[in-house]
């Protein structure tokens, strides 16, 4: 029987042969609100649970992709299955977030990990302070190589477990890397962070099923940077469709590297995109099970073309594997 990703807690840097058919389901844990912090306190705020609200983080752009800032509640509408929902709470305070890397270990990133691993730790580096990060490194097998920290030196321990071999079973990596978040993550405001130079070869899971797993009620931000310029044809295709779909489903971004000297740029950039979104809150009016599709649009007075990055949706009362077991 293959060990889940979260066993590793006891025994850091094991070996994975990939999640059980069965994997375990998450704890449903309360979304939270984010209320002052009591009289000192290191922090601006602290989260307070809030059963039964939906939360949503949004990031605006304008139409040259740049993060735009400071819009109140008043110019964002949030709809649910079409059906406008009221925005119960609002805030574009900077939220300290519970964020996992996922590093390829594969074979053909043994030249390219020295410079992805500096741009993790950079991108660490940039983001709170207050951030509690975890390391897993995957092949065609899986390592929890740092568990959830904010030590740089121990990130930087768990970046070092370079084995670059074999396969990419990043579908596999991505659901176990989903379960831990939603199982340990203390934040209410969850990134998983994706670092890949190939298409999927090895995982038992396929890109539906680990959609559908991201979309999950409490299914966090997955932002994604490609690294697939040498790839050509259908192979790069796939890739980038992946990694798109992945992305634009949970409300992140995917972004392809020209070459390894952009990648310290666009974790930085990442960095603080996630530092500067939006989040509300809303209690769903709607009643019908499955996928609920949110549409989330910002209308500013004076400003045009404005794009809004959000999550396209979830399954209602899914969390974490129990989304993933339907499709079977």
Known sequence: MALGLTCLLALPGAAQQGPSPEPV??????????????????????FRTNVGEVLVHATVLD???HPVTGLPQSDF??????????????TSEDAPVSLGLLIDNSGSMRTKRPEVDRAALNFVKASNPDDEVFVVNFNDEYYLDADFTNNVAKLQDGLDHIDSRGGTALYDATIASLDHLNQDGKKPKKVLLIITDGEDDASRYTLEQTVRMAQAEKGPLIYCIGLIGDMG??????????????????????????????????THELAGEIRQQYTLAYRSNQSAPGFRRI??????????????????????????????????
């Open 25 to 46: 389901t998450p704890p449903s844990t309360p979304q939270a609100q984010q209320v002052p912090a009591q009289k000192g306190s290191n922090s601006p705020y602290v």
């Open 63 to 65: 139409k040259k992709n």
């Open 77 to 90: 509408t949030v709809a649910e299955n079409g059906v406008p929902q009221k925005i119960d709470y609002f």
């Open 233 to 266: 044809g259908s192979e790069k295709r796939h890739a980038e469709r992946a990694l798109k779909a992945l992305a634009e489903a949970t409300g992140g971004q995917a972004f392809f590297a020209k070459n390894l000297s952009e990648v310290d740029a666009l």
């Open 295 to 328: 549409d989330v649009s910002v209308h500013a007075p004076h400003m045009k073309d404005l794009k809004v990055l959000a999550r396209s949706g979830y399954y209602q009362g899914a969390s974490g594997a129990s989304a993933l077991r339907s499709t079977q």
